[in-house]
C-alpha cells in the first residue's frame, strides 16, 4: 500500500497523559498537513510541514501540542497533558507541491478518546 | 460569516436520481477547489479537483463560479454507493492548508 499511514488508528488514554501519533506520508510527496475532525465537522486545519520545515500552526494548536518531521519524511503529533476536549479523529495528509493544483491525501485518521 | 459553507442536509434520493449540492466561500482569493468524499467514520477521500471551466468526471460535474464564489457538484443516476458527506474544500494559498466546509449528507436509497 503506497497511500499514507497513520499509526495507532485508536487510542484510548486517561486525561492528563501524554499521546504520540504518527503519520507516513506518500514516499515521494514534500508536504504533510495534521488536521484534527470532531463529529458532524469537516476535518480542521493544525500545521503543516514543507519537508521538515514545519510553515504554519494554527491557533487550534495550544501549547500541549507539538508536531515534528524530522527526516522530512515521517511525522509526529504529541499531544501532553491531555483533555477530554482533544478527543476527536486526527488525520494527516500528504501532497507534492509541484506547479498545478495541490492535491492533499488523507491517511486513514487515529482516533483518540480521553476518558 | 463561515469560510466554507455547505447544506448539512440530508438529501434523501432515489437510486437513479440527479442530485446536485452547492457550496459557498467567503475568501476571494482563494486559490484552488475541490470536493472530496467521506463515508462514515473514514478519512477523506478526493472526488474530484475543481477547475474555473468546470469538469466532468463519469457521473459527476463540478461547476465553480468565481465571481460568486460559489462551487457546486452534480452527481447523475445516483447509486447506493454514492452514499456519504461530501465535503467543499477550498485552498486559501496554493500549497497551503485547506478550509473544508462541514459536508452534506446524502443518502441513496434502493
Known amino acids: 500500500d503506497t497511500g499514507v499511514s497513520q499509526d495507532p488508528r485508536h487510542k484510548i488514554t486517561k486525561r492528563g497523559q501524554n499521546v504520540t501519533f504518527r503519520c507516513d506520508p506518500i514516499?515521494?510527496?514534500?508536504?504533510l498537513y495534521w488536521y484534527r475532525q470532531t463529529l458532524g465537522q469537516g476535518p480542521e486545519f493544525l500545521t503543516y510541514?514543507?519537508?521538515?520545515?514545519?510553515?504554519?500552526k494554527s491557533r487550534l494548536l495550544s501549547d500541549r501540542f507539538s508536531a515534528e518531521r524530522p527526516k522530512g519524511s515521517f511525522s509526529t503529533l504529541e499531544i501532553q497533558r491531555t483533555e477530554q476536549g482533544d478527543s476527536a479523529m486526527y488525520l494527516c495528509?500528504?501532497?507534492?507541491?509541484?506547479?498545478?493544483?495541490?492535491?492533499?491525501?488523507f491517511g486513514p485518521g487515529t482516533r483518540l478518546t480521553v476518558t | 460569516r463561515k469560510e466554507v459553507e455547505q447544506d448539512p442536509g440530508p438529501f434523501n434520493v432515489p437510486e437513479g436520481a440527479t442530485v446536485a449540492f452547492n457550496c459557498t466561500y467567503s475568501?476571494?482569493?482563494?486559490?484552488?477547489f475541490f470536493w472530496y468524499r467521506q463515508d462514515c467514520r473514514k478519512e477523506p477521500k478526493l472526488l474530484m479537483s475543481?477547475?474555473?471551466s468546470g469538469n466532468e468526471d463519469g457521473r459527476f460535474t463540478a461547476q465553480l463560479n468565481r465571481a460568486s464564489q460559489y462551487i457546486s457538484l452534480l452527481i447523475r443516476d445516483s447509486k447506493l454507493s454514492d452514499s456519504a458527506t461530501y465535503l467543499c474544500?477550498?485552498?486559501?494559498?496554493?500549497?497551503?492548508?485547506?478550509?473544508f466546509g462541514a459536508g452534506t449528507i446524502l443518502r441513496v436509497k434502493s
Open positions: 495528509a500528504s501532497s507534492l507541491l509541484a506547479g498545478g493544483i495541490d492535491e492533499q491525501y
Open positions: 514516499s515521494e510527496h514534500n508536504r
Open positions: 510541514f514543507q519537508n521538515e520545515a514545519q510553515l504554519e
Open positions: 475568501n476571494s482569493a482563494s486559490q484552488s
Open positions: 475543481v477547475y474555473s
Open positions: 474544500v477550498v485552498n486559501w494559498e496554493y500549497g497551503n492548508k485547506l478550509v
